[in-house]
């Protein structure tokens, strides 16, 4: 897994997401980050100390392709903004379900 910079997430997720177009799908996780990347310690260990503020851990992952990212609190509306913009423009290819009705519903009204 490669931790990138925020634009450079971006920018890659946008690669994805155009090279996914074409013939398979990518996946995007959203969780919160409290910057511990090891386990919880076992009974008997200290615990691991609280952070002061959390973060936003971002991960894109296609077919053979994995992205992540960490985003700060601060940044997090600005992110989220510009992560919008990349998902609606990569969205325009999808198909239009159509509705069925019911035939109950048709005679009522």
Partial sequence: MVLLTNEEFLSQLTL??????KDSSFTVTIKRYDGHDRPKPREGKPPLPTPAEYSCLIRAKSRSKKLSTVVKRDEVAKFME???KVLKSSMDGLKKVKKVKNKAKAAQG
């Fill in 16 to 21: 994805l997401a155009q090279s996914a177009r």
């Fill in 82 to 84: 510009t992560y919008a």
